[in-house]
Nanobody
């Protein structure tokens, strides 16, 4: 079992930055690939960024490439999402997710554990 708790969301103006953090419980954090998804009102949940167990490989949706950076600290059981140059289109609830499967996936069904989400609102 893994419990995930997100933090760092909030209200920011367009062009600003936020850093989301996800703290994981348990002693096997390094056994999970981690990802961030987001869900905006009226839209489907979508993959934002993912990182492999070791942190050696990452993947991003084209919508955030060059603006967002995912990272993890296996010693501290945390994964972070640094978000720069935010736009109103980035407004959503952001979820941290963990997958025990080998690989790095962009499909939500591959992830086994989810956090409760943190709201990010970008004003124009």
């Amino acid at each position: 079992q893994v419990q995930l708790v997100e933090s760092g969301g909030g209200l920011v103006q367009a062009g600003g930055s936020l850093r989301l953090s996800c703290a994981a419980s348990g002693r096997t954090f390094s056994s999970y690939a981690m990802a961030w998804f987001r869900k905006a009102p009226g839209k489907e949940r979508e993959f934002v960024a993912g990182i492999t167990r070791s942190g050696g490989s990452t993947k991003y949706t084209d919508l955030v490439k060059g603006r967002f950076t995912i990272s993890r600290d296996n010693a501290k059981n945390t994964v972070a999402l640094q978000m720069n140059s935010l736009t109103p289109e980035d407004t959503a609830v952001y979820y941290c997710a963990a997958s025990a499967k080998i690989g790095l996936f962009t499909t939500a069904s591959y992830y086994d554990y989810w956090g409760q989400g943190t709201q990010v609102t970008v004003s124009s």
